[in-house]
Nanobody, 121 residues
C-alpha cells in the first residue's frame, strides 16, 4: 500500500509565500516523476510542476518564476515553494507520483487527497 500525504496549505495574502510538502510512504521500490497539480472550483485539474529523477523540471507557464519544485529522494518527499502568490493561485493542490511499489510489477500513478491554498486579495 502506497500513500501520498500533502501538507502546508492555508490562507495567505496576495504576494505572500507558502511551501507545500508531500510525503510518499508504504511499500515503495522506486519513485520516478513527482509533481503537483491544482484544481480551482469549476476548473479542470491542471499540472503546476513536475520533477523527474535526476532533477529535470517542468512548470506551467502561469507559475514560472514564482514557484519552485524540489524533491528529497532520501525522504520520498516533494516540495513546492510558492512565492508571489496571486488570488488566481487559489485551488486545491494535489501531489502526484509515479511509483513502483514492491508488491506490483509496473509503475502506477498515485495521488494525495489534496491541500487547500487560498490567496486573498
Amino acid at each position: 500500500q502506497v500513500q501520498l500525504v500533502e501538507s502546508g496549505g492555508g490562507l495567505v495574502q496576495a504576494g505572500g509565500s507558502l511551501r507545500l510538502s508531500c510525503v510518499a510512504s508504504g511499500s515503495i521500490f522506486s519513485i520516478n516523476a513527482m509533481g503537483w497539480y491544482r484544481q480551482a472550483p469549476g476548473n479542470q485539474r491542471e499540472l503546476v510542476a513536475v520533477i523527474r529523477r535526476g532533477g529535470r523540471t517542468n512548470y506551467a507557464d502561469s507559475v514560472k518564476g514564482r514557484f519552485t519544485i524540489s524533491r528529497d529522494d532520501a525522504r520520498n518527499t516533494v516540495y513546492l515553494q510558492m512565492n508571489s502568490l496571486k488570488p488566481e493561485d487559489t485551488a486545491v493542490y494535489y501531489c502526484n507520483a509515479d511509483i513502483l511499489a514492491t508488491s506490483v510489477y509496473s509503475n502506477m500513478d498515485y495521488w494525495g487527497k489534496g491541500t487547500l491554498v487560498t490567496v486573498s486579495s
